[in-house]
């Protein structure tokens, strides 16, 4: 059974950075593209970083220059460090493939950017 867990989410003053972990298991990790969602209250969940099996990356205007996806392939984890952050940024942030597979998401990890 795949399972996706994300941690490292916090309360954080804008401007701050955090690194959010995704731990993976139950899937052949090397073999999948992955991605960061987040979704805010009242919004609809979004991709915010992706990385493809060989470590392309690509990102949403929204974060681009802010937000750094990695993956570590001998752990099965993915890494996401979000620096210059800002009140939008307040989310419940996932990972997932990409595209997302529905059975896949877990609980998410909270990011709130606050003073």
């Known amino acids: 059974q795949v399972q996706l867990v994300e941690s490292g989410g916090d309360l954080v003053q804008p401007g701050g950075s955090l690194r959010l972990s995704c731990a993976a298991s139950?899937?052949?990790?090397?073999?999948?593209?992955m991605g960061w969602y987040r979704q805010a209250p009242g919004k609809q969940r979004e991709l915010v970083a992706s990385?493809?099996?060989?470590?392309?990356?690509d990102y949403p205007i929204s974060v681009k220059g802010r937000f750094t996806i990695s993956r570590d392939n001998a752990k099965s984890a993915m890494y996401l460090q979000m620096n210059s952050l800002k009140p939008e940024d307040t989310a419940v942030y996932y990972c997932n493939r990409l595209p997302p597979t529905l059975g896949y998401w877990g609980q998410g990890t909270q990011v709130t950017v606050s003073s």
């Open positions: 990385i493809t099996t060989v470590g392309n990356t």
């Open positions: 139950g899937i052949n990790f090397r073999l999948v593209t």
